[in-house]
């Protein structure tokens, strides 16, 4: 047979997934029989975290109503209803569509494809989540990394971004709370970041995904809440907030001028229609998430903040490692000094000690910088054991590299 082998798309050429891609590595070294510490997966289910009780019934209890068909492409109306509450708790006005995706991760495909064409760019935040690389990919759409400043507790840098928008330039992507840093911005922040969305014309993608796992009685500010002409839209989910990544459940907000947004939004619902809809029973959840007792999150708030001044304190006082303090969701960035290459640095940590986190590489930094990224999520006895032995291994490692290892 003369069968010719299948090629791939070149789209697909550039996507990787470095929170993912270093599993490979990991089950490898787990075959052979090391205890592993995972610190590298923002899946709360994994470790002691659980999801409020009220959520999961409602779920059951809605397959058991049978609404196992295909829900409306916007979400059903329980749950715009109350995602529309949810934007007037956290101060959005001027809301003009509100969809439930398949996680916030489907709302974000679905926003960006509605509004980039090929070598029109986004600014996206580096460090940053690796999904908006890969759906820039998918796109064929350029990146237009901006930086967030490691010396200013993680903040969007305003010059490096002022810097790089261009008349290619559609939108802004904000993480706040961040991931991969933890940081929570400040309102001075946010308002240069509108002036510069209004100045610009450009959408300001607000992704809050973990708008609720906050500390230090900090307040989360919605950027959307700040200005009711700016082009927003808000992501949000319940899977960090309740504990259910697994259900796939998301949404965006859309808020801004209606005049300047209607061709985008109907845009947006052309996908949402062409995709049928999102999880149905699991909608049923969202409701009593947002409106229901929030004890689960107080709890989880309290375990998490216990574990970030535990990661904070163990990790500054490693000589070589620095880690600005998170203030919200459940990562923190430590900067590895002296060292040339993060990527190598962590898979020669996972091999010797099984200690899993993801290499800075993978979320983008300053060149010449090295990070990790680790999740707090692990009780205390494993964070305890992990960052003892990571400090125990950065002696050795720099013994063995004394000049580094080329990037
Ligand atoms: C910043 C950020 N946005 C979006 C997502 C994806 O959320 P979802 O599970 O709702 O698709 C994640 C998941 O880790 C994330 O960290």
Not at 127 to 149: C, D, F, H, R, V
Not at 237 to 257: D, Q, T
Not at 363 to 373: A, D, E, I, L, S
Request: proline share 5%; glycine share 8%.
């Amino acid at each position: 047979m003369n069968q010719r082998k299948i090629i791939p798309a070149v789209r697909t050429d550039n996507i990787t997934y470095a929170v993912r891609d270093i599993i490979v590595l990991a089950n490898e070294v787990a075959k052979s029989g090391k205890e592993m510490l995972y610190l590298n997966i923002g899946d709360p289910n994994i470790y002691d975290f659980k999801p409020p009780e009220h959520l999961v019934k409602s779920t059951y209890e809605a397959m058991l109503k049978n609404h196992n068909g295909y829900a409306p492409s916007s979400g059903i109306k329980e749950a715009t209803d109350a995602i529309g509450k949810e934007a007037g708790r956290k101060g959005i006005t001027n809301v003009h569509d509100i969809f439930v995706t398949t996680g916030a991760s489907e709302a974000i495909d679905i926003c960006l494809t509605a509004l980039v064409n090929d070598g029109e760019n986004v600014l996206t935040p580096t460090p940053g989540y690796p999904l908006y690389t890969a759906i820039a990919s998918k796109l064929q759409m350029m990146e237009n990394p901006y930086y967030l400043n490691e010396s200013n507790g993680w903040l969007p840098d305003i010059d490096d971004i002022k810097s790089k928008i261009n008349d290619k330039t559609k939108a802004i992507i904000l993480i706040n709370p961040n991931n991969p840093t933890g940081s929570l911005y400040t309102t001075e922040n946010l308002q240069a970041i509108i002036d510069l969305a209004l100045e610009h014309d450009l959408v300001i993608f607000a992704d809050e995904i973990y708008d609720k796992l906050l500390f230090d009685g900090k307040k989360h500010v919605s950027i959307a809440s700040m200005n009711k002409d700016v082009s927003c839209i808000t992501f949000g989910g319940l899977s960090k907030n309740y504990m259910v990544p697994g259900f796939r459940i998301g949404w965006g907000i859309v808020s801004g001028r209606k005049e300047i947004l209607s061709d985008y939004i109907e845009a947006i619902n052309k996908i949402l229609r062409a995709r049928l809809s999102a999880n149905h029973p699991e909608q049923y959840g969202i409701k009593i998430s947002l409106e229901g007792d929030q004890s689960n999150l107080a709890e989880a708030n309290l375990k998490l903040t216990k574990r970030r001044d535990m990661t904070v304190e163990m990790l500054n006082s490693i000589e070589g490692i620095s880690c600005v303090k998170p203030e919200g969701a459940f990562y923190a960035f430590p900067q590895l000094h002296g060292i040339e290459s993060d990527t190598h640095f962590v898979s020669e940590l996972i091999k010797e000690t099984g200690v899993v986190v993801v290499p800075g590489s993978g979320f983008g930094q300053v060149p010449g910088t090295n990070h990790f990224r680790v999740v707090f999520l692990p009780n205390e006895h494993i964070l305890e054991k992990a960052y003892s032995s990571i400090g125990n291994f950065l002696k050795k490692y720099k013994h063995k590299y004394p000049k580094g290892v080329e990037a």
